[in-house]
T-cell receptor
Framework: GAGVSQSPSNKVTEKGKDVELRCDPI?????LYWYRQSLGQGLEFLIY????????KSGLPSDRFSAERTGGSVSTLTIQRTQQEDSAVYLC?????????????FGEGSRLTVL | AQSVTQLGSHVSVSEGALVLLRCNYS??????LFWYVQYPNQGLQLLLK??????LVKGINGFEAEFKKSETSFHLTKPSAHMSDAAEYFC????????????FGDGTTLTVKP
């Protein structure tokens, strides 16, 4: 498809388990962002990737969170030893390039529920 | 540091009435400002953006917003609400070095009554 694709759309897991969330950005978009949207709150920046540069991890809430982007395209957000407070919608967005005032294109998100 | 405050987590208007969603920002550097809309079960999409050109910005679906530096505001308006405008609206601010690393407000849910 032409848009940002995220999977799974819904994930229910037990506390303590690891989860992986996938993002496939729009082809040709060099910048990729992960945000977290908790119930009733705005979006919280987590991490972004720009080309082959080192990612900006300044928004990751703890060392249980990590992300990688392979080949400058698909990205995976991993949450280890999940906690109930990790329950949220995880949104991925891509844009043509960092530093532009270009539009962010968002996926539909991955809803994570930690029991 | 940057921040955004959206006044009113819920706004309800009648169909055909004026829509006004308020956003105030704080930024130590010249900002970029954005409004995004999120329809139920969909991702966010850009409504409009301010990037230091014209202070009155027009977006999709008849929405517009005015950047007022003296008031640090970027309120979103639409002259006449339509039922299809019911959605959640987010205001966001970023600095000019990375528009994607934005700080978002908590969102305003717009309800349109027939």
């Amino acid at each position: 498809g032409a848009g940002v694709s995220q999977s799974p759309s819904n994930k229910v897991t037990e506390k303590g388990k690891d989860v992986e969330l996938r993002c496939d950005p729009i082809s040709g978009h060099t910048a990729l962002y992960w945000y977290r949207q908790s119930l009733g709150q705005g979006l919280e920046f987590l991490i972004y990737f720009q080309g082959n540069s080192a990612p900006d991890k300044s928004g990751l809430p703890s060392d249980r969170f990590s992300a990688e982007r392979t080949g400058g395209s698909v990205s995976t957000l991993t949450i280890q030893r999940t906690q109930q407070e990790d329950s949220a919608v995880y949104l991925c967005a891509s844009s043509i390039r960092q530093g532009s005032a270009g539009e962010l294109f968002f996926g539909e998100g991955s809803r994570l529920t930690v029991l | 540091a940057q921040s955004v405050t959206q006044l009113g987590s819920h706004v309800s208007v009648s169909e055909g009435a004026l829509v006004l969603l308020r956003c105030n920002y704080s930024s130590s550097v010249p900002p970029y400002l954005f409004w995004y809309v999120q329809y139920p079960n969909q991702g966010l999409q850009l409504l409009l953006k301010y990037t230091s050109a014209a202070t009155l910005v027009k977006g999709i679906n008849g929405f517009e917003a005015e950047f007022k530096k003296s008031e640090t505001s970027f309120h979103l308006t639409k002259p006449s609400a339509h039922m299809s405008d019911a959605a959640e609206y987010f205001c966001a601010v970023s600095d000019q070095t990375n528009a994607g690393k934005s700080t978002f407000g908590d969102g305003t849910t717009l309800t349109v009554k027939p």
